[in-house]
């Protein structure tokens, strides 16, 4: 089967003040339609360039990106990308949030009425019909991340790119949404690529699960399908062998193939170097303090 | 009989919640309005005291009543010029009505009256001149200042500029806007008076800078989040302004504009009164040059309309603040 995107090649390199700090080296990936992909790996590693480079906001050094038969070149809501700290305009509704993708992306394609009711379905999708009139900083953050959802399913995209989209939320939450996604997903059958830390998270969701190695220069280390017939129950998954078989199978991965060496003054340096990257890639641990007021 | 007194026999035959209510309302309101007050009170007291202790060329420096007394009498002689106003219009429709009995084909010309601006005729000027240079000054600096905002070439083009003519006081403008406007802005028939062109230009000159700066600075606080956001709905450059850079700049912008108007305030009285432009600064310099034993106490009710004003202007401004900002408790 034809892959719907394919990552060839690519590599990344940053220019800092202290020279040229190389984040990606020679990534692989091929990922088909109707495929949920999660990216794990320790922070630092590159996963958010990955998702920046495919959702067009940052531009491969090297190697390239084609999605449906095209290069990806800039960012379009094509690969509508969920944030992790939701990005909604704070100075609009959860209604006008949304309103605002659907009116940008199906201009002249979908009348008025079948706009609204796009928005009202895409919104009842992720259960937030309650609450359209609201404003981001009435809701909890838990509602403004499936509004987040709701604003990136709307733009009908052939990628959805999701970067660390349960990262700021309590577990109670991460597991309801974690719920809702998979519901969805299973409806419309989305391509998903997801950023996430949690090796729980990747093993319920996922198709696959590509596991990165640590930069710098960070490639794809092992690539780790999961087999597991859907829908997936989490309670059921808790108690099945298989399941914490693929569960130990990550975090053999992290913990004892790509254990971080915290040697304390080399590691320092290593942050030092990954911070300008990192800003731009969205990792800064200044984003998550943002997310995370619940 | 007090006030505590009088709520304390109200309060008495009150049901108790309502008491307790009532007695709490009427202790905030006594926190609330009795610092204000208790200073309001001193400051007159002082005001008194230390007038008795000034001796000027023009008597005794005026206290609180005289210059009540003469706030009064100024809105007094604005009612008796208004009176003369209505009476001279009425003999004039009086007149012409009288010839066109006589000679119906004539065609009537009407004069407008022509008597000295009263205080109040003045404060409407000055009003209508800071206001029209207020605005003039939010058209250009606003959009000015969103370029400016969005790119760092424009940005560090202007920066320099603004830096140079942000501190340069109204009176030092003054001369060459006159000259400049007196040889420019010529017309048999002008549109507004060449004094209230030079004074609005001076204003916009000296409020432009804290609206431009804000401006630029609120834009480039734009978050980088929502920034993606635009770039992955492929926002063109006029929706991505209007949608997410002009929201986020509101709050910034919004501020400049209310020390703008401050500014434009200040500004506006220190040119009315070095040009002799009619407004409030030309009334204050007429009565300084004056020079009668009332002059001290219409100045001083002068001064405390221009503070009264300002602060209007300022309250005026938050509240349009209020209205379209989105954040809120702010």
Sequence with gaps: ?294 | MNATSLVSQISARLPDTDRDSLLRYSRQLLRGLGAPLLGLALFLLLWQFAAQKVDTSLGKFPGPLAVAEQAANLYDEHAAERDKAAAFYQRQEDRIAERLAQQPEWQPTRRSYTGAPTFFDQIGTSLITVLAGFVLASIVAIPLGIVMGLSRFVSNAVNPLVQLFRPVSPLAWLPLVTLVVSAVYTSDDPMFARSFVVSMITVTLCCLWPTLINTAVGVTTVSQDLNNVSKVLRLGWFTHVRKIVLPSAIPMMFTGLRVSLGIAWMVLIAAEMLAQNPGLGKFVWDEFQNGSSQSLSRIMVAVLAIGLIGFALDRLMLMAQRRVDWQKGD
């Excluded at chain 1, 979908?110 to 019909?129: C, G, P, Q, T």
């Excluded at chain 1, 609201?134 to 809701?139: A, G, H, T, V």
């Design chain 1, 1 to 294: 089967m034809k892959p719907l995107l394919e990552i060839s090649a690519v590599d990344m390199r940053f220019t800092t003040p202290k020279g040229t700090f190389e984040a990606l080296k020679d990534v692989n990936l091929k990922i088909t339609e109707g495929e949920f992909v999660s990216l794990i790996g320790h922070s630092g590693c590159g996963k958010s360039t990955v998702l920046n480079l495919v959702g067009g906001l940052l531009q491969a050094s090297s190697g390239g990106i084609i999605l449906d038969g095209r290069e990806v070149s800039e960012p379009g809501p094509e690969r509508a990308i969920v944030f992790q700290n939701h990005s909604l305009l704070p100075w609009l509704t959860v209604w006008q949030n949304v309103e605002l993708a659907v009116k940008t992306v199906f201009k002249g394609k979908k009348s008025r009425a079948e706009m609204r009711d796009w928005i009202e379905h895409n919104l009842a999708l992720v259960n937030m019909s309650h609450a359209l009139d609201k404003r981001p900083d009435e809701i909890s953050g838990g509602m403004k991340q499936r509004v987040g959802i709701a604003r990136a399913l709307a733009m009908q995209p052939r990628v959805l790119l999701m970067d660390e989209p349960f990262g700021a939320l309590d577990a109670l939450t991460r597991a309801h949404l974690q719920d809702t996604l998979m519901e969805i997903q299973r409806d419309l059958n989305n391509t998903v690529i997801m950023i996430t830390h949690d090796v729980d998270e990747a093993v319920l969701l996922s198709d696959r699960i590509v596991m990165m190695t640590n930069g710098p220069s960070a490639t794809v280390g092992e690539i780790l399908p999961i087999d597991l017939p859907r829908p997936r129950d989490r309670l059921a998954l808790a108690d099945d062998a298989h399941y914490n078989h693929l569960r130990h199978e990550v975090l053999r991965f992290l913990y004892e193939k790509q254990r971080k060496v915290e040697n304390i003054p080399a590691a320092e340096k290593k942050v030092a170097a990954e911070k300008k990257p990192d800003a731009e890639v969205s990792e800064a641990p200044t984003r998550r303090a943002v997310g995370s007021d619940l």
